[in-house]
């Protein structure tokens, strides 16, 4: 498993209630901040091509901007239809006020 970190942004571009996208060896990524914890998926939604960063964050359930299927970002699962497929998680922290996200999947 590769245990390469990437700094991908400030905390201080990922609002409470938004996600903030970021590029990652050519890969799309959406960051989270919630509770004073970070997270990070795919940043397309497993329905259609809608981009998750576009989409509504409430509490740890961020919901596609398209047709309202929503996703746990703690673990990439599904919540509702008309999602049928989860989304990919990576593992991110913090170290100081920097993100950092491991793009090896941890689902």
Request: proline share 5%; charged share 25%.
């Given at each position: 498993?590769?245990?390469?970190?990437a700094d991908?942004?400030?905390?201080?571009?990922?609002?409470?209630?938004?996600?903030?996208?970021?590029?990652?060896?050519g890969r799309?990524?959406?960051?989270?901040?919630?509770?004073?914890?970070?997270?990070?998926?795919?940043?397309?939604?497993?329905?259609?091509?809608?981009?998750?960063?576009?989409?509504?964050?409430?509490?740890?359930?961020?919901?596609?901007?398209?047709?309202?299927?929503?996703?746990?970002?703690?673990?990439?699962?599904?919540?509702?239809?008309?999602?049928?497929?989860?989304?990919?998680?990576?593992?991110?922290?913090?170290?100081?006020?920097?993100?950092?996200?491991?793009?090896?999947?941890?689902?």
């Amino acid at each position: 498993m590769n245990e390469q970190w990437a700094d991908v942004c400030n905390i201080d571009l990922i609002p409470e209630d938004a996600p903030h996208a970021v590029a990652i060896d050519g890969r799309e990524i959406a960051v989270y901040r919630v509770d004073g914890e970070v997270y990070a998926t795919d940043n397309v939604c497993t329905h259609g091509e809608a981009r998750l960063c576009d989409g509504y964050l409430e509490g740890h359930e961020i919901e596609c901007p398209l047709h309202q299927g929503r996703f746990d970002v703690r673990t990439g699962r599904a919540t509702c239809a008309p999602l049928t497929a989860d989304i990919r998680i990576y593992p991110a922290r913090l170290e100081g006020d920097r993100v950092l996200v491991r793009l090896a999947a941890a689902s």
